[in-house]
């Protein structure tokens, strides 16, 4: 499924056949990348009935707009994290600006704002790094094994498992970075990716 | 373990734990040792760093859950913006939700929870598979629905008989619902044994595969089998199972049943929760279910005359057949008048001998064997042993 997410084919022909208007397309997009959507959304938004509907939408312009999608500019998967992740963080700016007392100090929503996103798009990353890394990080950090236990458990070598959470971290640090100085390019240098 | 080590060798040994370390799963001894290292060694101290920051940001909140309906609303919202060129017919739509639901439950597996093992009851008895186990065995069921479509069998040929001769074993009592005049049930081992047998060859073949490889298979042919299902909407081409022969209409919503139900089973094995179908696709299972349900009061007449109403000869010889009204409650309510008795008792008609009221998802797992007949909640009215034959033929709708 990992080689499949990634495959610049896979993903030209699904443009296709979102274009032609085929149903079977519209569900095997969802079922590949509504967990990212859904799960980035909710991160940012933290409210179940606000990620239903940035879901509802997002899927809607892909099936609306699917000649937007560019194959040359990056995968489906990327293209559609990064337009998931603008509109989340913009209902996010405009449910902020109602909140009823904005005055004590925009600089500071800004900064949590902030925070959210990055942390939505390091769990993006986390969820999009290959499956043998996602998993091998999985199961050691949240389930607290050592490396040792993890390779038994995945039946891998030890060296092998060492190698995979150093490139699986990584791959996060050089995301960190990315986004870090993204968001301190400018106020509004968010587009995504 | 570094003794005689060169101090560059030690140096690549201990930068190879960095990620490990960072991840807090390194045994005390070499973390202690990676932490003395890193403090005269700028190079690995720096990435140490960066990795340390890149895993504080693991530790994030869970995700929301993503709720089963919301499929299908997303699907609802775009078709209403944007009605499709090539939809999906009404009757691949269960297939499609079951077999996304099932998919998302795996999804969340872990490497521990693939090796669970999952009890799949049928009439003759209890399976016991791995959840990789369960999908190798809808992938080779299914496959008999894209050898019905002209996709390719993921079954692979049964050693030194070519498959194709293998599988015209005629389908006796299965094409029509009418049972044949004298009416049998023929020896189990017989009747699926050819669904037995794809299902090990299957298994054979994907013992190799990581899970994620066998869910992959499973889940390419499950979009595979609606995509030309679309392709052929009025649902007619038949599906020969060895066991029944179905339009392909019907064994989409069939397959649909039994995705749920190992879905379910898979879902048991490893204590997660797992939905029913939604209201409209469990109306379509309950329907076929109702219909499928003469087939096997034939099969229960066969094999235990006692359930056959009244013992000896089918009742109301020569007045007609008798019917038993089933009504069915729940989200996928409705109401049915099943014939009782076989086409020698002639047409079926007349006031209904009795009636019974059950759960529509009770019902299907009923169908499934899942559920024990004596002891299912049933409303009831009338003749206690009509009643008694309908809950003892469902589950003969199951198979291995």
């Given at each position: 499924?990992?080689t499949?997410?990634?495959?610049?084919?896979?993903?030209?022909?699904?443009?296709?056949?979102?274009?032609?208007?085929?149903e079977?397309?519209?569900?095997?997009?969802?079922?590949?990348?509504?967990?990212m959507?859904?799960?980035?959304?909710?991160?940012?938004?933290?409210?179940?009935?606000?990620?239903?509907?940035l879901?509802r939408?997002?899927?809607?312009?892909?099936w609306?707009?699917?000649?937007?999608?560019?194959?040359?500019?990056g995968?489906?998967?990327?293209?559609?994290?990064a337009l998931?992740?603008r509109?989340?963080?913009?209902?996010?700016r405009a449910r902020?600006?109602?909140e009823p007392?904005?005055?004590?100090?925009?600089?500071?929503?800004?900064e949590?704002i902030?925070?959210?996103?990055?942390?939505?798009?390091?769990?993006?990353?986390?969820?999009s790094l290959?499956?043998?890394?996602?998993?091998?990080i999985a199961?050691t950090y949240?389930?607290?094994r050592?490396?040792?236990e993890?390779a038994?458990?995945?039946?891998?070598?030890?060296q092998a498992?060492?190698q995979?959470?150093?490139?699986?971290?990584e791959?996060?640090?050089?995301?960190?970075?990315e986004e870090?100085?993204?968001?301190?390019g400018?106020?509004?240098?968010?587009d995504?990716? | 373990?570094?003794q005689?080590?060169?101090?560059?060798e030690?140096?690549?040994t201990l930068?190879s734990?960095?990620?490990?370390?960072?991840?807090?799963?390194?045994?005390?001894?070499?973390?202690a040792?990676?932490?003395?290292?890193l403090?005269?060694?700028p190079?690995?101290?720096e990435?140490?760093?960066?990795?340390?920051?890149a895993?504080?940001?693991?530790?994030?909140?869970?995700?929301l859950?993503q709720?089963?309906?919301?499929?299908?609303?997303?699907?609802?919202?775009?078709?209403a913006?944007?009605?499709?060129?090539?939809?999906?017919?009404a009757?691949?739509?269960?297939?499609?939700?079951e077999?996304?639901?099932?998919?998302?439950?795996l999804?969340d597996?872990?490497?521990?929870?693939w090796?669970?093992?999952a009890?799949?009851?049928?009439?003759g008895?209890?399976?016991?598979?791995?959840?990789a186990?369960?999908?190798?065995?809808l992938?080779?069921?299914?496959?008999?629905?894209a050898?019905?479509?002209g996709?390719?069998?993921?079954?692979?040929?049964?050693?030194?008989a070519?498959a194709?001769?293998?599988?015209?074993?005629?389908?006796q009592?299965?094409a029509?619902?009418?049972p044949?005049?004298?009416?049998?049930?023929?020896?189990q081992?017989?009747?699926?044994?050819?669904?037995?047998?794809?299902?090990?060859?299957?298994?054979?073949?994907?013992?190799?595969?990581?899970?994620q490889?066998?869910?992959c298979?499973?889940r390419?042919?499950?979009?595979?089998?609606?995509?030309?299902?679309?392709l052929?909407?009025?649902?007619?081409?038949?599906?020969?199972?060895?066991?029944?022969?179905?339009?392909?209409?019907?064994a989409?919503?069939?397959?649909?049943?039994?995705?749920f139900v190992?879905?379910?089973?898979?879902?048991?094995?490893?204590?997660?929760?797992?939905?029913?179908?939604?209201?409209?696709?469990?109306?379509?299972?309950v329907?076929l279910?109702v219909?499928?349900?003469?087939r096997?009061?034939?099969?229960?007449?066969?094999?235990?005359?006692e359930?056959a109403?009244?013992?000896?000869?089918?009742?109301?010889?020569?007045t007609g057949g008798?019917?038993?009204?089933?009504?069915?409650?729940g989200?996928a309510?409705?109401?049915?008048l099943v014939?009782?008795?076989?086409?020698e008792?002639?047409?079926?008609?007349?006031?209904?001998v009795?009636?019974?009221?059950l759960d529509?998802?009770?019902?299907?797992?009923?169908?499934?064997?899942?559920?024990?007949?004596?002891?299912?909640?049933?409303?009831?009215?009338?003749?206690r042993?009509?009643?008694?034959?309908?809950l003892?033929?469902?589950?003969?709708?199951?198979r291995?």
């Amino acid at each position: 499924m990992a080689t499949q997410d990634h495959s610049p084919r896979w993903d030209a022909q699904l443009q296709r056949r979102l274009a032609r208007g085929e149903e079977t397309a519209l569900g095997e997009l969802y079922d590949r990348l509504a967990p990212m959507v859904h799960g980035l959304a909710g991160r940012i938004l933290a409210d179940q009935a606000a990620a239903a509907q940035l879901t509802r939408e997002v899927f809607a312009y892909v099936w609306e707009h699917p000649e937007d999608f560019d194959p040359a500019q990056g995968s489906l998967r990327a293209w559609l994290g990064a337009l998931t992740h603008r509109r989340a963080v913009e209902r996010l700016r405009a449910r902020r600006a109602a909140e009823p007392f904005p005055g004590r100090g925009t600089g500071a929503a800004e900064e949590e704002i902030r925070a959210v996103a990055t942390a939505a798009r390091m769990q993006y990353v986390v969820d999009s790094l290959p499956q043998p890394l996602r998993e091998t990080i999985a199961v050691t950090y949240y389930d607290g094994r050592t490396y040792q236990e993890t390779a038994r458990l995945l039946g891998i070598s030890e060296q092998a498992a060492k190698q995979r959470m150093r490139l699986g971290l990584e791959l996060l640090a050089t995301e960190l970075a990315e986004e870090r100085a993204r968001q301190h390019g400018g106020e509004d240098g968010d587009d995504g990716r | 373990m570094n003794q005689g080590n060169t101090e560059e060798e030690r140096h690549e040994t201990l930068r190879s734990l960095l990620g490990a370390w960072s991840l807090g799963a390194c045994p005390p001894r070499e973390a202690a040792e990676l932490e003395r290292h890193l403090r005269t060694c700028p190079e690995c101290a720096e990435e140490a760093a960066r990795l340390r920051e890149a895993a504080g940001w693991l530790s994030l909140d869970e995700p929301l859950d993503q709720p089963c309906s919301l499929r299908q609303q997303v699907l609802d919202w775009c078709l209403a913006r944007r009605p499709a060129e090539l939809p999906v017919p009404a009757w691949g739509m269960p297939y499609t939700a079951e077999t996304a639901k099932l998919d998302a439950l795996l999804r969340d597996l872990g490497p521990e929870e693939w090796q669970e093992v999952a009890e799949l009851p049928w009439h003759g008895g209890t399976e016991q598979l791995r959840p990789a186990e369960v999908l190798g065995r809808l992938t080779a069921v299914d496959g008999f629905l894209a050898l019905a479509l002209g996709l390719p069998d993921p079954v692979p040929a049964a050693k030194g008989a070519p498959a194709p001769a293998e599988r015209r074993v005629p389908p006796q009592d299965a094409a029509v619902p009418a049972p044949p005049a004298a009416p049998r049930v023929p020896p189990q081992g017989g009747r699926y044994a050819e669904v037995t047998a794809r299902t090990a060859r299957l298994l054979a073949d994907q013992a190799g595969l990581t899970p994620q490889s066998v869910r992959c298979r499973w889940r390419q042919q499950t979009h595979d089998l609606v995509r030309s299902a679309a392709l052929a909407p009025q649902g007619n081409t038949p599906v020969d199972f060895g066991y029944a022969v179905l339009p392909l209409r019907d064994a989409f919503v069939d397959r649909a049943l039994e995705c749920f139900v190992h879905g379910e089973d898979v879902a048991r094995a490893v204590a997660y929760p797992y939905d029913p179908p939604a209201p409209q696709h469990l109306r379509q299972m309950v329907e076929l279910v109702v219909r499928l349900l003469p087939r096997a009061l034939a099969g229960l007449r066969g094999a235990r005359p006692e359930h056959a109403g009244a013992p000896g000869a089918p009742a109301g010889v020569g007045t007609g057949g008798r019917r038993l009204r089933l009504v069915v409650d729940g989200p996928a309510a409705g109401e049915w008048l099943v014939p009782l008795d076989g086409a020698e008792a002639g047409p079926p008609g007349g006031e209904p001998v009795a009636s019974m009221v059950l759960d529509g998802l009770e019902l299907c797992q009923l169908a499934a064997a899942h559920r024990d007949p004596d002891r299912l909640p049933v409303g009831e009215h009338g003749d206690r042993a009509a009643i008694r034959a309908v809950l003892h033929a469902l589950p003969l709708l199951s198979r291995p």
